[in-house]
């Protein structure tokens, strides 16, 4: 009897697919039994596949894999890839469904034989009806289960509004992010997943399996605006639109909040320090060395981590470089009596151009940061650069807000702890420099 796809079907499907996830994890856990069994007893049947070479076995020969694949929505269909699957000695860590219209994408964390290729996984799990199959290798980090992880997210997003790009893209992992502001004129006018608006599609919609999955997904930025996500590989599901969408939803819920190390403002005319003595911003070169230094010395050692991202004895070496006008423009923060108490840095990379920021830790949380990232990228704008990166810390959100408050359309990459924010400069029509949004009273319309 053909496969029926009407409504009144789907919830049988679903009911039926949810009692044989049961049974295919009750199964995975005998199987796992009856091999140990087999092992020990040296035992064997008719037909029994032969058994995997010592060298390749289960133990610290493992590797871990993530693999999704499509299947149809039918009985026995994640049966049949979780048999090809043990077959090869490959062990299930865990299992997300995301469900489509007539079909299912299946999204595996296996534990694999470390000489078993990538080709020969996929192949076994085509040859049991999955469609395609993507994968890659995984870490000790996939191990942390999907709900942990979400609410992990939720609660450091919950604390801080600059963590929204980097919550997300710890979610869907290796993706891209890119946020325009409100009234931008590459502003996108709805918000999407894949080509057609959402709302079409509810919060994620439901797609046919035979329907291609988008790489692309819009969402309404919060602060105004559209957050744009792009990953070619795995396309998105509308599982992780519907995820990704009740992130942004709850940051919208929450408002804007600050944590409280940083809830000091700037101060509207001028910038204080402890004792309420002002300071004033000044290009500085060369001959700015010693002070510069001095400033170092005053620094803890966590702080000088943060900016150079390397050994802190390391860090008087940089300054050198830092400070030469061959390399790019350099701004501080200088008080009446004439100490360097923060350090801005625009450093020509090529065609790109790199901020950073270092700011003395009794003068941090005042505004200060700000006042020389603004003062950096109008000397970039100036110089006729397109865009802005700087470099830092994934626990750094101190510097992902100031880029953020620039608002200007921004770029996020993370990889590995560090996360890199590109902020693109805004260009008149004729791609001559357009006024930054600071410098324009009442630029919101």
């Known amino acids: 009897m053909p496969h029926s796809t009407s409504a009144a079907s789907a919830p049988a499907r679903r009911r039926h697919r949810g009692r044989e996830l049961a049974v295919i994890a009750a199964l995975v856990a005998a199987g796992r039994r009856v091999r140990r069994w087999c092992r020990a007893a040296a035992v064997s049947w008719p037909g029994r596949p032969a058994p995997l070479p010592a060298e390749v076995g289960p133990g610290p020969a493992a590797a ?3 693999l999704r694949t499509t299947v ?3 009985p026995g269909t994640l049966g049949a890839v979780c048999t090809a699957l043990a077959d090869r000695g490959i062990d299930i860590v865990s299992l997300q469904t995301h469900p489509l219209a ?11 034989p470390s000489a078993l290729p990538a080709t020969a996984l996929a192949a076994a799990v085509a040859r049991a009806g999955g469609a395609d199959t993507w994968l890659e290798r995984a870490d000790a980090h996939d191990l942390v289960d999907l709900p942990t992880r979400i609410l992990t997210l939720a609660t450091r997003t919950a604390l801080d509004t600059a963590e929204l790009p980097l919550a997300l893209r710890r979610l869907l992992g290796r993706c ?4 325009t502001p409100a009234g ?6 709805a918000e999407t997943y894949g080509q057609g608006p959402a709302g079409e599609q509810g919060h994620g919609g ?10 692309v997904m819009r969402l309404r930025d919060p602060a105004g605006g559209v957050i744009t996500v792009r990953r070619e590989q795995p396309p998105f599901t509308p599982t992780e639109f519907a995820r990704a969408r009740a992130l942004v939803e709850l940051d919208a819920r929450l408002g804007t909040r600050v944590p409280p190390h940083r809830a000091a403002a700037a101060l509207p005319h001028g910038h204080r320090g402890p004792q309420g003595g002002e300071v004033t911003l000044r290009r500085v070169g060369p001959e700015d060395l ?5 400033m170092h010395a005053r620094c803890a050692p966590a702080t000088l981590a943060r900016r150079y991202h390397g ?7 940089y300054l050198t470089h830092l400070l030469g006008p061959r390399f790019g423009r350099s701004l501080a923060a200088e008080t009446a009596d004439g100490r360097l108490v923060a350090l801005g840095h625009l450093l020509w990379d090529g065609e790109e151009s790199e901020v950073a920021l270092l700011v003395e830790d009794a003068w941090q949380h005042r505004g200060i940061g700000t006042a020389l990232l603004r003062g950096l990228v109008e000397l970039a704008a100036d110089a006729g650069r397109s865009s802005v990166y700087a470099v830092a810390q994934a626990a750094n959100t101190g510097m992902t807000a100031a880029m953020r408050a620039l608002d200007l359309p921004l770029d996020y990459q993370v990889e590995d702890g560090t996360v890199v924010v590109t902020a693109t400069l805004p260009a008149a029509a004729d791609g001559s420099p357009a006024p930054l949004p600071w410098t324009v009273t009442d630029h919101r319309p």
């Open 176 to 179: 891209t992010i890119t946020s």
């Open 72 to 74: 149809r929505d039918t």
């Open 64 to 66: 871990l894999w993530r």
């Open 184 to 189: 931008s004129r590459d502003e996108p006018g």
């Open 311 to 317: 050994p802190v004895g390391d860090a008087d070496r």
């Open 290 to 294: 010693s002070a510069a230094r001095a």
């Open 102 to 112: 007539d079909g299912t994408v299946d999204e595996f964390l296996l534990r694999a």
């Open 206 to 215: 439901v797609r046919s399996a035979a329907e291609e999955l988008p790489a």
